[in-house]
C-alpha cells in the first residue's frame, strides 16, 4: 500500500510539498479551511482597488486536476492533531489518518500582546482582510467629503511597520489619493491626503541593506510618504495613533503591517519560539516525530526569512524527501528581494546585484506574473494592471462587505 | 440661482436621470448607500462565480467625473425626508436640501411575510448577496466531499421563483455541476447534483407569452434542470422545503428569486402599494408634491414592469421634464424581454419577434456588454465571458466572506 501523506494548508509551502510528490508512489491528501491557493505577495493590490480577489485566487482542486495521486482536497480546519495515533481531526469530527504528514499552515500579524488594537488596525493576510481594508480607505475619502470639517482626519492614513507590505501599502495609498480619486471630489481634495509609514527600526525594509532602504525611502517621500522610522506605536484608538516619542496623529485609519504570528496548530506537534513557529531539525522534520514535517512560514529555521521563495523551497524540500525516502538537511537558497512601491518604483536585491526604480519594478512584475497560477489568473492580472497603468485608475474602487467600524 | 436637484439612489434610474440633466442649469447632487452603480442584471454571474463584483460596479463618482452640474455625491444612508422643509437627512445628521427631489432607491426581494426564510434562503440583490450564494453553493460541493454519506443533501439546489433571475440561477447551477466541477472530486460526482426550480405559477417566466415559457422549460430540462410549476413553498428550513402538495425535497442549499418589496423610504413620500411602491401621477410626480418624483422600482405604474429598462426611461423620463420645465406623461416603451439560461441558451420577445437557443443567447449577450459602464469593465466581462466560454470553468470559484449558516 503506498504511504498516506496528508498536506495541511494549500499556500506556497503545501502547494510544493504536494506537486514535487507528483512522480511518488504516495497518496496525498490536501487539507485547507479555504477552497483556494492565494498569491499572497500581491493581496495588498486587492486592499488597494487594483485587483479582484479570483485575480490572485485559484481553487486548490483546480491545482492538482491532473496529479492523480492527490486523493482528496478536503476543505476544513483542522481542529486537533494525534500524533499517537497518527490522525488530524478536520472540523471537530473527522479523522484523517496518515503515515506522513506536512504541515503548512502559516502565518497571521501579531499585534505584540495589543490585541484590541485589531479593531483599529486590520492587518492584510487574508482576501477578507484586503476587502475590509479596501472598503475603509475608500470609504474615509467618502466620510471627507460628506463632512469636510472632519477631512484632514479622515484623509491620514497611518501604516505600522515598513518591512515589503508597509511599503508597498504606504506608497499604494499615496497615489489612490494623488491620482485614483483625481478630480472626482467637490468638496475636499484627495490629494491633500497624508500617508504616514511608522517603522521601529532605524529605516525602511529593515532586512534589506542600507542603501536599498534608502533609495526605497526615497522613492516613497517622492510619492509623499512622510516616514517616520525609529518609531514606536504607543497606543491607538479609533481617532489615531501615538508614537513613543509622544507625538500624535490624528487618523481615522491606521493599518498594521508588523509583527508575525504562527498558526496555533504549530502549539500541537512541538516546541515552538516566542511567535508561535515549530522549532523543528536540519531536514524540517518535528524532534521525536520523524513522520512530521513542518515548512514554510510554521517553521522555525535561523536565517531563513517568512517570505513565498522561502516557503516553496521549504515545501519542495520536503516533497522530495518524503518521494526519496532519504532525509537531507534543508538549505535555503537566497535568490533576492524585491519590493515595490509604487508605479515604476521599487528595490530590487537580486543575488548582490542592487538596483532600484523602474527596472527592479519591471523585475518584480515580471517574477510575480511567472509565480501566478493559471493562465487566467496571469492574464487578468495582466490586462488589471495594463489598464491602471495606462489610466492611473484602479479598477476595482467598490466598497463591499460589512466594513468593522 | 439654478435649480438644486437631489437624486437618491444610483441605480438605473438615478442614474438616467443624472444624465439627461447633463445640459440643464441645475445643481446635481447625487446620494448613494453605496459608492457604486451595480449592473444588477449580472449579479446573478457574480453569484454562479463567472465574474467579478468590480466587473460588474462602477465608481459613481467616476461616471460623474465629467458632468459639471453634478456638484456633490454623497456616500450615505438617507434616514429622513422632511416633504415640508424640502430637505433630505443623511446618516441621521447632514441635512441637504432641494428644489427638486428624484427618489430612485429601487427595491429588494420579500418573502411574503416569512423572514425567517431569509436565512435559509437568500435573495438576490447587493454584491453581498451574490458572494454568500457563491459561498455557499461552492461549499456544498465540498462538504458532500468532505461527508459523502450527505452528498444527496448537499448536492440537491432549490431556486424558489422562474422569473429571470430564478431561471438563470437554476440554469447556471446545473452548468456548475456539470462542468465547472468537473473531474475534480474524488469521492462524490458533482454531475449528480439536483437542481429544482419552483414557481408558484404554471410556467417559467409568467410574464412572456407561453410559447417562449415552454422554450425556457425546455431548454432547461436539457441542462438537467427539475422544473416544478404551480408548487408553492409550504415550509423550509436548513435541511430544505416542503411544497404545496406536500412533498419534501431535502436540500442544503435554497436560493430565493421570488417576490419584490420596494424599499423603505417610499412610505415616507407618499401612499403605497402592497409592495411598497410609491402610487405616483401620471408624470411620475407625488400626489400634492409636484416638486417629488419617483423613478424605478421604487414607482408604481400600471403596466410597467421592475427591469432595467423601464427604470432607465423613468429616469430619463424625469430629466427631461426637469430640465424643460414641463410636465409630461410618462408612456413605457416595451423593447422586449431577453432572458438567458445557460450557454448558448436563452429566449427572446423582441417586438413580437420571438425565438430562443443560441441566438438568443448571443441578442442578450450583446445588449448587456452595450449597456455595460466603462470599456474597463466590458473588456473584463468579454474576457471573462470568452474564457468560461472555451473552458467551461469558472473564473471566480472562491469562497470568501463569513457565509450565513
Known amino acids: ?50 485587483l479582484n480577489p479570483s485575480d490572485i485566487a485559484y481553487p486548490i482542486r483546480s491545482i492538482f486536476r491532473g496529479q492523480e495521486n492527490v486523493k482528496a482536497v478536503l476543505l476544513g480546519d483542522v481542529t486537533d492533531v494525534d500524533l499517537d495515533r497518527k490522525a488530524i481531526v478536520v472540523d471537530g469530527k473527522d479523522s484523517v489518518h496518515y503515515d506522513v504528514l506536512v504541515l503548512a499552515t502559516g502565518a497571521t500579524h501579531s499585534y505584540f500582546g495589543k490585541d484590541e488594537w485589531e479593531e483599529v488596525a486590520p492587518g492584510l493576510k487574508t482576501v477578507e482582510d484586503a476587502l475590509a481594508i ?52 467637490d468638496r475636499v481634495d484627495p490629494a491633500q491626503a497624508r500617508v504616514v509609514l511608522v517603522e521601529g527600526a532605524d529605516r525602511v525594509l529593515p532586512p534589506y541593506v542600507p542603501s536599498l532602504s534608502a533609495s526605497a525611502q526615497r522613492q516613497l517621500e517622492e510619492l509623499g510618504v ?96 518524503i518521494a526519496s525516502g532519504e532525509r537531507r538537511e534543508f538549505r535555503y537558497k537566497d535568490k533576492g528581494s524585491l519590493a ?20 527592479a519594478w519591471l523585475a518584480w512584475l515580471v517574477i510575480h506574473i511567472f509565480y501566478l497560477i493559471g493562465f487566467r489568473n496571469r492574464f487578468f492580472v495582466l490586462a488589471g494592471w495594463a489598464w491602471h497603468y495606462l489610466t492611473f485608475r484602479r479598477g476595482a474602487r467598490i466598497i463591499t462587505g460589512v466594513p468593522r467600524k
Open 1 to 50: 500500500m503506498s504511504i498516506r501523506v496528508v498536506i495541511v494548508g494549500g499556500g506556497f509551502a503545501g502547494l510544493n510539498a504536494a506537486k514535487s510528490l507528483r512522480r511518488a508512489d504516495v497518496e496525498i491528501t490536501i487539507v485547507d479551511r479555504r477552497n483556494f491557493h492565494l498569491f499572497q505577495p500581491l493581496l495588498y493590490q486587492v486592499a488597494m482597488a487594483a
Open 134 to 185: 479596501r472598503a475603509r480607505v475608500l470609504r474615509a475619502f467618502e466620510q471627507a467629503e460628506l463632512n469636510p470639517a472632519d477631512a484632514a482626519k479622515q484623509m491620514t492614513f497611518v501604516v505600522v511597520g515598513a518591512g515589503p507590505t508597509g511599503v508597498e501599502l504606504a506608497g499604494a495609498l499615496s497615489e489612490i489619493a494623488v491620482h485614483a480619486m483625481g478630480k472626482e471630489f
Open 226 to 321: 512622510e516616514v517616520k522610522a525609529d518609531s514606536l506605536v504607543e497606543d491607538m484608538d479609533a481617532d489615531g495613533v501615538t508614537l513613543s516619542d509622544g507625538s500624535r496623529i490624528e487618523a481615522a485609519t491606521v493599518l498594521w503591517a508588523a509583527g508575525v504570528a504562527a498558526s496555533p496548530i504549530g502549539r500541537m506537534v512541538g516546541q515552538v519560539d516566542r511567535a508561535g513557529r515549530v522549532l523543528v531539525n536540519d531536514d524540517l522534520s518535528v524532534p521525536g516525530r520523524p513522520e512530521v514535517f513542518v515548512v514554510g512560514d510554521l517553521a522555525a529555521v535561523s536565517g531563513v526569512p517568512g517570505v513565498a521563495p522561502a516557503a516553496m523551497q521549504m515545501g519542495r524540500h520536503v516533497g522530495k524527501m
Open 340 to 359: 515595490t512601491i509604487g508605479r515604476a518604483r521599487a528595490v530590487a536585491d537580486i543575488r548582490g546585484i542592487r538596483f532600484g526604480g523602474f527596472f
